[in-house]
Antibody, heavy 119, light 107 residues
Framework: EVQLVQSGAEVKKPGESLKISCKGS????????IGWVRQMPGKGLEWMGIIYPGDSDTRYSPSFQGQVTISADKSISTAYLQWSSLKASDTAMYYCARRLDTAMVLDYWGQGTLVTVSS | AIRMTQSPSSFSASTGDRVTITCRAS??????LAWYQQKPGKAPKLLIYAASTLQSGVPSRFSGSGSGTDFTLTISCLQSEDFATYYC?????????FGQGTKLEIK
């Protein structure tokens, strides 16, 4: 069974750093892209970026380029999303999801990680 | 960047109804269009990709059509579990933008 399990909810202060994780299982982790999607409170979905764990090829949406870093450690089948300096506007639910092999759409999703940034 | 506009933003329907949600792209995207369903507190679920290809395991009452700039998601006979928010997503351009969502509520 394909599963993506994300790390737990985080509460941080503005200016702090953060790295959240997404562990894949039940499939060949290095053979499928992993994407990250943001959902701000009460709002819609926003594509942030995507990584191919096999070679760490990473693509960012222009809106998120330079704002976050996406990485992966294929030895432990885990993808990451990190911030160097959080802002209150980073408060959101963050989902990781696996890319379907035949199209740039997301077929299996993690349960989401809620990040709250507040002073 | 390609903008995706869904209509309506929300509406009410009854179980058994046939409903259609529309998604319009700001420029042509061929058939590079997907639909997702999201229930409160849950991750989105892929329903349809390539405008009309049903994802494995998705009930056949869901169907998609369109190409170019205009697309529709149709639910042929609404079930109670279908009340949710629906999003379209283009994957023609690397920005992979989503529509703003259509919330389907029980009448």
């Amino acid at each position: 069974e394909v599963q993506l399990v994300q790390s737990g909810a985080e509460v941080k202060k503005p200016g702090e750093s953060l790295k959240i994780s997404c562990k894949g299982s039940g499939y060949s982790f290095t053979s499928y892209w992993i994407g990250w999607v943001r959902q701000m409170p009460g709002k819609g979905l926003e594509w942030m970026g995507i990584i191919y764990p096999g070679d760490s090829d990473t693509r960012y949406s222009p809106s998120f380029q330079g704002q976050v870093t996406i990485s992966a450690d294929k030895s432990i089948s885990t993808a990451y999303l990190q911030w160097s300096s959080l802002k209150a506007s980073d408060t959101a639910m963050y989902y990781c999801a696996r890319r379907l092999d035949t199209a740039m759409v997301l077929d299996y999703w993690g349960q989401g990680t809620l990040v709250t940034v507040s002073s | 960047a390609i903008r995706m506009t869904q209509s309506p933003s929300s509406f009410s329907a009854s179980t058994g109804d046939r409903v259609t949600i529309t998604c319009r792209a700001s420029q042509g995207i061929s058939s590079y269009l997907a639909w997702y369903q999201q229930k409160p507190g849950k991750a989105p679920k892929l329903l349809i990709y390539a405008a009309s290809t049903l994802q494995s395991g998705v009930p056949s009452r869901f169907s998609g059509s369109g190409s170019g700039t205009d697309f529709t998601l149709t639910i042929s006979c609404l079930q109670s579990e279908d009340f949710a928010t629906y999003y379209c997503q283009q994957y023609y351009s690397y920005t992979y933008t989503f529509g703003q969502g259509t919330k389907l509520e029980i009448k």
